[in-house]
């Protein structure tokens, strides 16, 4: 299976100027989802964030995905949601989301926490952080190795978190990450997000062959 990007916001954003950064992003190539990941913000803004940037995502046949708040993701009715070992419950996710739309669970560094979620349903886990981030302060560090015995013994996707940009992505992709994470390797990346994701295709095109 080829890599591909799983695309997060950054955790605040003025909406106009985002929209139009997220349109030039998702032009750069394929994008497999985009995760609205907003902190310290009102459960209306984010109804308002996330229903304005719904149909730029589903446009350029991307997912939406909805960070933290299954209740939120049904209002709005997002593609999935993306729940972590804080949150909401596997469980009480899946019910909310109904049987056919997408919940990913945080595993941090932890295998243990992956089979258990991949077990209960999950339609995908992740791992990390693997790099420093200014994104979010990491409270477990992951190792590559925790991705190639993940692709040796289990068929649920994986998806590496953490600090990842162009540079230091690749060594995650040889190692079986199904999908990168990348925040702040898209949005601050030096010639703009477009560049940041049409790199990000060429590095898993490379991998791939």
Same mark, same amino acid.
């Given at each position: 299976?080829?890599?591909?990007?799983?695309?997060?916001?950054?955790?605040?954003?003025? &909406?106009? /100027?985002?929209?139009? #950064?997220?349109e030039? @992003? +998702?032009?750069?190539g !394929?994008?497999a989802c985009?995760?609205? %990941? *907003?902190?310290?913000?009102?459960?209306?803004?984010?109804?308002?964030?996330?229903?304005a &940037?719904? /149909?730029?995502?589903? #446009?350029?046949?991307? @997912? +939406?995905?909805?960070? !933290?708040?299954?209740?939120?993701?049904? %209002? *709005?009715d997002?593609?999935?949601?993306?729940?972590?070992?804080?949150?909401?419950?596997?469980?009480?996710a899946r019910?909310?989301?109904?049987?056919?739309?997408?919940?990913?669970?945080?595993?941090?560094?932890s295998?243990?926490?992956g089979y258990?979620?991949?077990?209960?349903?999950?339609?995908?886990?992740?791992?990390?952080?693997?790099?420093p981030?200014?994104?979010?302060?990491?409270?477990?560090?992951?190792?590559?190795?925790?991705?190639s015995?993940?692709q040796?013994?289990?068929?649920?996707?994986?998806?590496?978190?953490?600090?990842?940009?162009?540079?230091?992505?690749?060594?995650?992709?040889?190692?079986?990450?199904?999908?990168?994470?990348?925040s702040?390797?898209?949005?601050?990346?030096?010639?703009?997000?477009?560049?940041?994701?049409?790199?990000f295709?060429?590095?898993?095109?490379?991998?791939?062959?």
């Amino acid at each position: 299976m080829r890599c591909r990007l799983y695309l997060i916001t950054p955790p605040k954003l003025d &909406l106009e /100027p985002f929209a139009h #950064a997220l349109e030039d @992003a +998702l032009s750069g190539g !394929d994008v497999a989802c985009v995760q609205l %990941r *907003l902190k310290d913000v009102a459960d209306s803004e984010i109804l308002r964030i996330g229903a304005a &940037l719904k /149909p730029i995502v589903q #446009a350029a046949d991307a @997912a +939406l995905i909805i960070n !933290d708040r299954p209740d939120l993701a049904v %209002r *709005l009715d997002a593609d999935g949601v993306h729940v972590g070992q804080g949150d909401a419950s596997y469980a009480q996710a899946r019910r909310l989301m109904g049987k056919d739309r997408i919940v990913g669970v945080t595993c941090h560094n932890s295998r243990d926490l992956g089979y258990e979620a991949a077990e209960a349903g999950a339609d995908y886990v992740a791992f990390g952080a693997f790099y420093p981030t200014d994104t979010k302060a990491p409270s477990h560090w992951a190792e590559a190795e925790i991705l190639s015995i993940w692709q040796e013994t289990m068929e649920t996707p994986c998806v590496a978190i953490g600090g990842i940009t162009v540079e230091n992505g690749e060594a995650l992709v040889q190692a079986g990450a199904d999908f990168l994470a990348v925040s702040a390797g898209v949005w601050a990346h030096p010639q703009g997000p477009r560049a940041a994701v049409a790199a990000f295709n060429v590095l898993f095109d490379r991998a791939k062959a």
